[in-house]
Antibody, heavy 121, light 106 residues
Framework: QVQLVESGGGVVQPGGSLRLSCAASGLIFTNYGMYWVRQAPGKGLEWVAF????????YYADSVKGRFTISRDNSKNTLFLQMDSLRAEDTAVYYCAKDAYGSSWGHSDSWGQGTLVTVSS | DIQMTQSPSTLSTSVGDRVTITCRAS??????LAWYQQKPGKAPKLLIYKASSLESGVPSRFSGSGSGTEFTLTISSLQPDDFATYYC????????FGGGTKVENK
């Protein structure tokens, strides 16, 4: 079965950087697009970024465009999210999620357990 | 950007009740809509995709309907395990989630 395990969360000061990772197993990683979705404390779900299966196309929510970078290493079955210029409003649990398709927007049929990012001085 | 509006935001209900949650899109999304269930401290779980297709392993008391701009998630007879928050998601153009509906015990 598909397993997605996020890591890299923690406490960071405003303006700082953090790199999240998502290790995937139980699937042919190169076949699927991948998402990062976040959830601020007590709030709803917010899409952050999406990358095609081959990494050739990347998309970002307006709230993180220019500050976050999504990438993947298909040789290591790993998804990344580089987060720079972090703000207090970026505080959230960050989930990686598997797209049901390879190179188009779709629903997410597998999710990781999430990693908490706290931006605070 | 496509906006998704869920109603109600909170639903107080009892075991055995029929539950209906509505999701409206700001423009037509055909049937590119999914429903997720989330419990506190847990990741979302896919219930329905393409508006009405039941994800494998999801109980048949869950069903989805609609197309265009108006969609519904129905739980035919609420079970104790179903108290949770439910989100709709459009994936016609990028991805947008609804604000969520918390189903709580009356």
């Amino acid at each position: 079965q598909v397993q997605l395990v996020e890591s890299g969360g923690g406490v960071v000061q405003p303006g700082g950087s953090l790199r999240l990772s998502c290790a995937a197993s139980g699937l042919i990683f190169t076949n699927y697009g991948m998402y990062w979705v976040r959830q601020a404390p007590g709030k709803g779900l917010e899409w952050v970024a999406f990358i095609w299966s081959d990494g050739s196309q990347k998309y970002y929510a307006d709230s993180v465009k220019g500050r976050f970078t999504i990438s993947r290493d298909n040789s290591k079955n790993t998804l990344f999210l580089q987060m720079d210029s972090l703000r207090a409003e970026d505080t959230a649990v960050y989930y990686c999620a598997k797209d049901a398709y390879g190179s188009s927007w779709g629903h997410s049929d597998s999710w990781g357990q999430g990693t908490l990012v706290t931006v605070s001085s | 950007d496509i906006q998704m509006t869920q109603s109600p935001s909170t639903l107080s209900t009892s075991v055995g009740d029929r539950v209906t949650i509505t999701c409206r899109a700001s423009q037509s999304i055909s049937n590119w809509l999914a429903w997720y269930q989330q419990k506190p401290g847990k990741a979302p779980k896919l219930l329905i995709y393409k508006a009405s297709s039941l994800e494998s392993g999801v109980p048949s008391r869950f069903s989805g309907s609609g197309s265009g701009t108006e969609f519904t998630l129905t739980i035919s007879s609420l079970q104790p395990d179903d108290f949770a928050t439910y989100y709709c998601q459009q994936y016609n153009s990028y991805v947008t989630f609804g604000g969520g509906t918390k189903v709580e015990n009356k």
